[in-house]
C-alpha cells in the first residue's frame, strides 16, 4: 500500500478543460445547428461524446481551425 505522505506527493495529471458545444460555437463564430451538422457530416472539429454530452478538447478545436486557415477566397487550403 501506498504512505499517506507518498499519496500527498504524487504528481497527478489534472484532467484537460473540455468545451461544450455552445462554447466552440461562440469561439468560432459558427451556429450550434452548424456544428451539429458537421458532426453527422463530418468536416468539424473532432468530439467525444459521454452519454448525451458532447465534449471538444480546445487543442484539437484550434488545430482545426488552423487546418482550414486560407489566405484568399481561391485558396482551397490543404495542398489540394
Known sequence: GFHVDEVFNMQTELPRRVLRVEEVAALTALSVSYLNKMRVT???????????????DPAEVTAWLDQNRRASTSDRGGGR
Do not use: D, M, N, Q
Request: no cysteine; net charge positive.
Open 42 to 56: 463530418g468536416g468539424g472539429p473532432s468530439f467525444r461524446k459521454i452519454g448525451r454530452a458532447v465534449l471538444y
